[in-house]
């Protein structure tokens, strides 16, 4: 197939980053690249849907992962796995001969192994520069389970469903094949329901994620949903106030440099000193003003909050307040700023993933999550922005009655946007400026 003609065809079917952002998958093909790499890092603690969905569909994802390659013209395709994924790099080894172009490159389990400013470094060698993507030293990620959506869509199948890991505070933890749109309850309540009284909901991984609603519904994007107690470390870490951040920040930061020390953006190179934001805000403002600027360029990985701070400060809270005032005053990260090169600590810095989820007091929850078939769904609310880009817009009116892969909203015509499919067959039931609804009863 054709680059032209698999980027028409995936903007179509509605593939976009299955977690993240939800990056539009057809934007980030391109022949400019000379290696593509399918990420199955995921290094969060408790998420366990892409060494699943690869383990289970490894013939369907290679034979994807072998069409990108040969419609993009890209020289090879390396398959990033973390080494004791035993299953998943079995069921590898046992089909990737037949693919010249493809190899396996096994990580170590350490955190954040998944971003991909680390894993294209782990991977190729290669330094992508401050406020750049792969696709400027020639290549291509993609994380497993967009990779088969793009199997289906080359078999006129679009993204109607989503692999989610339910964990935590559940009675049968599991990792369920969901149809888009579907309420958090009603896939707590699949595993078993919740264990814990005051239960909080996490959206996506405990460094990464955020608290929800089990109202809320599953998008493209949502890997886990993992339930704690509302007293649960992780929990009280999310919902800290900035105000109070600031304060313990001015009272009780020693500049002990650890945050800094550990930080993944910063062994990467990258100008971001935790340390020295938490001075500046310290002496209210004053101080050395490129720290500020080099935390545009934070990635959110939160191990200086979660795991370095010896005082359990929040750098990458105070970070993220930083970041949203620049946006809304319209200022910009810095360009031009070279990657430095820092390999003589990047061994030392490291973070093993069961070191962390020790640390963050998840351990016990750290058990099997099957995959599990899902009972029929009687009723799904499908958002209207579920990718980084402009909101698709209905083309269905309430009264309508729709198919399970039916087009219920088009892509815009300018900017990037994928189609929009249903989840379930039945009736919509109501359309808003934020979602489609749509129920069978």
Excluded: W
Aim: glycine share 8%.
């Amino acid at each position: 197939m054709e680059l032209s003609e698999l980027k028409a065809l995936l903007r179509e079917s509605g593939v976009v980053g299955a977690g993240g952002a939800g990056f539009p998958t057809y934007a980030k093909l391109t022949d400019k690249a000379d290696t593509v790499i399918l990420n199955c890092a995921e290094c969060e603690p408790l998420l366990k849907l892409h060494r699943q969905a690869l383990e289970l569909h490894v013939s369907e994802i290679l034979h994807a992962f072998n069409e990108i390659l040969t419609a993009t013209g890209a020289n090879r395709g390396i398959v990033a796995v973390k080494k004791h994924y035993k299953a998943a790099v079995a069921a590898l080894e046992s089909e990737i001969s037949d693919y010249d172009k493809i190899s396996v490159c096994k990580l170590e389990s350490v955190y954040p192994a998944g971003d991909e400013v680390i894993l294209v470094k782990r991977v190729t060698g290669r330094s992508i520069n401050p406020g750049e993507l792969p696709g400027s030293v020639g290549v291509t990620v993609c994380n497993v389970e967009t990779v088969y959506n793009v199997y289906k869509a080359l078999n006129g199948m679009p993204v109607t469903h989503k692999y989610v890991t339910v964990a935590g505070e559940v009675k049968n933890p599991m990792t369920v094949y969901a149809p888009i749109g579907v309420k958090i309850a009603d896939l707590v309540r699949l595993a078993g329901g919740e264990t814990v009284e005051k239960p909080e909901y996490l959206s996506g991984g405990p460094m990464m994620g955020k608290l929800v609603s089990p109202a809320d519904s599953v998008t493209k994007t949502t890997n886990a949903i993992i339930v704690l107690s509302e007293t649960h470390s992780v929990v009280m870490n999310k919902k800290r106030n900035a105000k109070i951040n600031l304060r313990r920040t001015m009272s009780v930061c020693c500049q002990c440099h650890t945050c800094t020390d550990l930080c993944s953006r910063h062994v990467a190179g990258y100008p971001v000193e935790p340390h020295m934001v938490m001075r500046v805000l310290s002496n209210g403002g004053r101080g050395d003003s490129s720290s500020i600027m080099g935390a545009m360029f934070c990635s959110g990985c939160g191990l200086c909050e979660s795991y370095s701070c010896p005082q359990g400060l929040s750098p990458r809270a105070l970070i993220d307040e930083i970041k949203a005032q620049a946006r809304m005053n319209g200022v910009m990260p810095p360009r031009g700023i070279k990657a430095l090169e820092h390999t003589e600590h990047e061994d030392y810095r490291k973070i093993s993933v069961e070191r962390l989820t020790l640390r963050l007091g998840l351990k016990k929850y750290d058990v099997s999550a099957p995959i599990t078939d899902i009972p029929e769904i009687k009723s799904v609310k499908i958002k209207l922005s579920q990718h980084i880009g402009v909101s698709s817009k209905p083309c269905v009116h309430v009264g309508d009655t729709v198919k399970k892969g039916d087009v219920v909203a088009v892509a815009a015509e300018k900017g990037l946007g994928v189609n929009i499919h249903a989840s379930i067959n039945g009736t919509v039931t109501d359309i808003t400026q934020k979602y489609i609804k749509i129920e069978n009863i």
